[in-house]
């Protein structure tokens, strides 16, 4: 048992709604190193013949990159180039929505992410945090890439950026604390709770929700040690506690408690309310977070989950149990709903991709037999009747050259017969495409069915 807290050890009990969460967001890792990679092309494409030696910086085996592509043939596509007459691969119109709709869900949520950011700058204990430490989990909290012009120096009322004399890195400063910033999200939500169930408020006001996974055995003392833990009060994560006397007993037990609410409060202000557990790690020494982080949130599982899917045990995944519910998040917001999207893309079968081809290809003939229906309707019946008269008017002028000989009695009689077939000739219908000339001789048939 642990000396301060008093709650027992125990170990990773796996829960599947997570893992497998994990799994699919594997595959979404890979997929947006494939993104990231068409993105930096001039043409957003790349020739298939150089996939396999640029893929091997992505991490991938030789042949295993194409193997991967072809997977998903809803975010990738091969097409041959009109005049190289080379094969290539681009993402499919619906991969460029996808990436469409996350970039317009992160701009229209600068606000919100300057927000994160300050929160965040408040939790560290000089008010300053590296900056490539943001960067690594900007994305985590909703920060677009180029953050630190759009949020960091746009925003000089709130921060300021400057160089480190001693580490020769870049520090992003908080200028001001707000005191309105500095609640916790289990604050409010206890408060929530108080509102609206009307519990009593010393039993929540120092208690976290605690959700235990299927399969975790609760005996006894473990429940006795909970509770108590759970009416232990704690210095918010928000508070300066440099004045304060750390070395009694009393002081270990709520600084590890305020540990519980730093890393709650560091999950809460991310995304999608998870966060590996290595990039926790990077504000260990800002934060005064325990140095053997994994052993620490393993005793708290009814607050938060590790999952080692996702890069063979080497990746650990922290998540926030509160925010989710069978696998999904229970408040979701615009860009967790955006990259929702590109998982919903993975998991679609292949089949159907083929499906949806040759329903399209169905779409384009029918398009161009309509409008090839439409032109003969307007067009193909005046030109094809003065063809016909044209046509009949040539044989009269070589039947009256042939007979030449005869008496202008006779030739008249000929040429009103001439006359009459004409007439008849003339006589043909039309059903849409197909032409009825009945009438009118074999070869002339022919010419005019061509």
């Given at each position: 048992m642990s000396q301060s807290t008093g709650i027992p050890k125990s170990f990773n009990v796996s829960d599947h709604s997570y893992d497998n969460y994990m799994e699919?967001?594997?595959?979404?890792?890979?997929?947006?190193?494939?993104?990231?990679?068409?993105?930096?092309?001039?043409?957003?494409?790349?020739?298939?013949?150089?996939?396999?030696?640029?893929?091997?910086?992505?991490?991938?085996?030789?042949?295993?990159?194409?193997?991967?592509?072809?997977?998903?043939?809803?975010i990738f596509e091969i097409y041959e180039h009109p005049v190289q007459r080379i094969l290539y691969f681009r993402l499919t119109r619906k991969a460029k929505l996808q990436i469409d709709q996350e970039n317009n869900a992160l701009q229209a949520q600068i606000s919100l992410a300057v927000t994160r950011l300050r929160?965040?700058?408040?939790?560290?204990?000089?008010?300053r945090l590296r900056l490539e430490h943001v960067r690594i989990a900007g994305n985590e909290f909703g920060l677009p890439d180029d953050f630190e012009y759009s949020v960091v120096l746009k925003y000089p009322c709130y921060f300021r950026l400057y160089d480190g004399k001693d580490t020769r890195s870049k520090y992003i400063e908080l200028i001001d604390r707000d005191s309105i910033l500095g609640v916790c999200s289990i604050e409010a939500s206890m408060e929530r709770e108080y509102r609206e169930r009307g519990i009593d408020a010393e039993n929540i006001r120092f208690s976290f929700i605690i959700n235990f996974p299927p399969g975790f055995?609760?005996?006894?003392?473990?429940?006795?040690?909970?509770?108590?833990?759970?009416?232990?009060?704690?210095?918010?994560?928000?508070?300066?506690?440099?004045?304060?006397?750390?070395?009694?007993?009393e002081a270990q037990k709520r600084m590890e408690k305020r540990a519980v609410a730093m890393i709650h409060e560091i999950l809460s202000l991310t995304v999608e309310k998870k966060k590996s557990l290595e990039r926790i790690a990077h504000f260990r020494m800002a934060m005064d977070m325990p140095k053997k982080l994994k052993d620490f949130l393993l005793q708290h599982q009814g607050i938060f989950y590790i999952s080692t899917r996702g890069n063979h045990g080497k990746l650990h995944t922290v998540f926030l149990r509160e925010a989710y519910?069978?696998?999904?998040?229970?408040?979701p917001n615009e860009s967790y709903l955006a990259?929702?999207?590109?998982a919903e893309l993975i998991l679609l079968s292949p089949r159907k991709d083929n499906v949806d081809r040759e329903l399209s290809g169905f779409r384009r003939d029918d398009e161009r037999r309509s409008l090839r229906n439409e032109y003969i309707e307007k067009n193909g019946e005046s030109n094809m009747l003065e063809e016909q008269l044209k046509r009949n008017e040539g044989r009269i002028s070589d039947q009256s050259d042939s007979d030449s000989s005869v008496d202008l009695e006779t030739k008249e009689g000929e040429q009103a017969e001439s006359n009459s077939d004409m007439d008849s000739n003339?006589?043909?219908?039309?059903?849409?495409?197909n032409i009825d000339c009945s009438d009118v001789s074999d070869a002339e048939a022919v010419h005019l069915s061509s």
């Open positions: 699919v967001h594997k595959k979404i890792r890979k997929v947006l190193k494939f993104q990231d990679l068409l993105l930096s092309q001039p043409t957003k494409s790349l020739r298939v013949a150089r996939l396999d030696a640029l893929s091997r910086r992505l991490g991938f085996k030789q042949f295993e990159a194409g193997v991967f592509m072809l997977k998903f043939p809803h929160k965040l700058l408040m939790l560290s204990k000089t008010g055995k609760i005996g006894k003392y473990y429940k006795i040690a909970v509770w108590k833990w759970q009416r232990l009060p704690y210095w918010s994560p928000y508070e300066n506690i440099s004045g304060f006397d750390l070395r009694s007993l519910k069978k696998g999904e998040l229970v408040e990259r929702r999207k590109l003339v006589n043909f219908h039309f059903f849409g495409n």
